[in-house]
């Protein structure tokens, strides 16, 4: 029995395939951006000062995360692999094991994409939360945004391993495609809403930094550390946005893009995280907390 349809232009046998190959590669920039992450949380100091962290000095809720993520992006890439071989090395129907939507493997990797998402949208709520002086007015939107996403995600997994789901569907099929499509609207819109309102921040910081230095007349050479800072966030904020986004338009148009482009996603999710995490080191959320208690942008000049 076959379950290709004819018109189908791109099939879930080629969508797994380019699937894994496009999160392995991803995966590999992923393993790049955590050796400097974990250099930001376990080293301190500069130069010839530079040392091991003390217990107090970690940031654990970061490093916790980062942990939990790297597990996570390691473990999805494995059983994609495990996966496929199944499908084409174990299976003599290929398309019989990727449309039974009840399979462990299926629902494991949906648990890996949500779970991804959530902890990575945890972390940039939590930064736009710190770098506006703890105000929890200020995140309200993202915060219900947030929740919605995460109800969202509770749903398809609950309607993939619901008994009553046919077990020959995919995530484009009518019972899940309004989840997954749901999930990472989201997520795109929670993102572009969050890092928004921080990067206006930040740009108000930089703004007041150079007020400081012209009219104390500073001899200010060094790069400005805040805008490197805003670049770095708006970059890789708009990579990873971009790809939930489009995984987004390829779930609600049914197209099985939806699953390389959705891997790749979970993996830029790890790489967003880290590269936030680099350009944020615990002496910048002090600066930005003495900044919102006096509005002095010395503070920040360091």
């Known amino acids: 029995m ?62 916790t995360i980062a942990m939990a993520l790297f597990i996570i992006c390691t473990f999805d890439v494995a059983i994609g692999l495990l996966h496929n071989m199944r499908a084409f090395i174990q299976s003599k129907d290929p398309e019989r094991v990727f449309y039974n939507i009840a399979d462990w493997i299926n629902i494991v990797r949906s ?7 959530i902890l ?38 609950q309607a993939e391993a619901n008994p009553k789901t ?10 899940t495609r309004h989840w997954n499509s749901a999930f990472f609207a989201l997520t795109a ?41 805003i670049r770095v966030i708006a970059e890789s904020g708009a990579a990873y946005t971009m790809t939930v986004f489009f995984a987004s338009v390829a779930s609600i148009s049914r197209s099985n893009a939806v699953y390389p482009i959705s891997d790749t996603a979970l993996q830029a999710t790890g790489i967003a995280f880290n590269v936030i995490l680099i350009r944020s080191p615990m002496k910048r959320d002090q600066q930005f907390a ?5 509005t002095d942008a010395s503070d920040l000049v360091a």
């Open 2 to 63: 076959s379950f290709r349809d004819p018109n189908e232009p791109f099939p879930i046998t080629t969508a797994q395939l380019l699937g894994n190959f496009c999160e392995t590669l991803a995966y590999g920039v992923y393993l790049v951006t955590c050796t400097f992450c974990a250099r930001t949380l376990f080293l301190v100091g500069k130069g010839q000062e530079e040392r091991w962290a003390s217990p107090h000095e970690i940031r654990w809720l970061m490093a």
């Open 111 to 117: 648990v890996d994409q949500v779970l991804a998402g």
């Open 120 to 157: 990575g949208d945890f972390v940039l709520v939590y930064r736009c939360w710190i770098v506006y002086g703890r105000r929890w007015l200020i995140i309200v939107p993202s915060l219900m945004l947030y929740l919605g996403g995460i109800v969202v995600a509770i749903a398809l997994i």
């Open 166 to 175: 046919p077990d020959d569907i995919l995530l484009t099929s009518n019972q």
């Open 189 to 229: 819109a929670q993102n572009i809403l969050t890092s928004s309102i921080l990067i206006w921040r930040l740009w108000r910081m930089d703004r007041e930094v150079e007020r400081c230095i012209n009219r104390n007349l500073l001899d200010y050479s060094r790069p400005p550390l805040l805008r490197k800072t």
């Open 290 to 294: 003495k900044f919102d208690r006096t």
